[in-house]
């Protein structure tokens, strides 16, 4: 045996650890062997009578030490160890200390290193004294130290394959919770989706819905709904080819600004607002990841425009220099909050987060009669 090793592997090294427990088979199999080493004593006792009780005792005693394991590696050895002794008084010193040797597996099975040591210890010099205790009574202690060895051998074997057993067990848990938390975030993904695609499409029809009693915008209306429906199935059909995992067969225009920005000046502007754009959408210096987020925000500050603005000219300006690139959309505040097209706030926090995922700044509050959405993102 080498008591170095131990059977637990934390950070691709091998140490004895403490609170080591028995399986339920284990268990079974500890009970059941005493129960069968105790019902032999107690027949030997019955078919062969001694007048030395206290031998008889001290055996079946030994014996039933081992059921300590079940509870305390430490207190059943140290119990051991004090029945060891009594037994040279009673003259059964050697059944103990066969005793002693298959502990020797319960204590490789169970113990810390410090209690390896110790029972070790305790072992060579319970054999010695067994040894030269008697010159008159020869004893072959190398048969002792065999069977330790071979007990020993066993219980870290079974400590070996418990550890990896619970090392499976938890690999299985944590590759389980990776699954579970992919799962939550493409659900997450998907809901964003709908929201920053569907909801839009729908706060323009919802819009345009309440204008098709005025005869001077009803085709505009008409129009404004029928072009919304067909990009909100577009946008539909592929999240739900995504959620399948099927064929791409095409993309949301969410990732071209310079179209999102075509798109939200028509839509603003057919809700009555003048809009005014500044900057060039098509700066071959904006990065495909700013380019996507801004067309994320461009068409959200869309529906949130057409949901809860107030009369008045709308500004979407573009900057680029050699370290930033900067979106601002202003817009007027109503007199008075809409109440018919409420907002759940999703659609800012959706914003936030595509702009601090890519390491820039976002900013969104009222201030002068306006809303102001500011987006900022790194070149780099």
Known sequence: MSFGLAA????????????????????????????????????????????????????????????????????????????????????????????????????????????VLAYAGGFLVATAVVAYGDPAVPVNVGIYLLIAAIAGAVGFTLRLASDRGHSLEKRLAESAEQERQAVLA???????????????????????????????????????????????MADLRFVIELADDGPRTRGMQAGDLTQAIDEARSEIASAGHVVRVDGDAGDERIPRVAEIAFARIVRESATNILKHAGPGEVDICLQVDDELVELTITSPLPDTPRRDLPSSGTGLNRMAERVLGASGEFSAGAGDGQWQVLARLPLS
């Open 8 to 115: 637990r592997e934390d950070s691709g090294t091998l140490r004895l650890t403490r609170g080591e427990k028995l399986s339920s088979i284990e268990r079974i199999a500890l009970l059941v062997g005493i129960g069968i080493f105790i019902a032999i004593d107690v027949v030997g006792i019955f078919m062969v009578p001694s007048d030395n009780v206290a031998s008889s005792i001290l055996s079946i005693s030994a014996t039933a030490v081992f059921t300590l394991y079940l509870w305390s590696p430490v207190t059943a050895t140290a119990v051991l160890g004090v029945v060891f002794a009594l037994s040279f008084f009673a003259g059964t010193d050697t059944s103990v200390l066969l005793a002693g040797t298959v502990a020797a597996g319960m204590v490789m099975r169970l113990g810390s290193t410090a209690l």
């Open 186 to 232: 493409e659900r997450r993904w998907i809901a964003g989706e709908l929201h920053d695609s569907i909801a839009h499409h729908l706060t323009v029809v919802a819009l345009h819905v309440q204008m098709l009693d005025d005869p001077v915008s009803l085709p505009g209306s008409q129009e404004a709904i029928r072009v919304a429906a067909r990009k909100a």
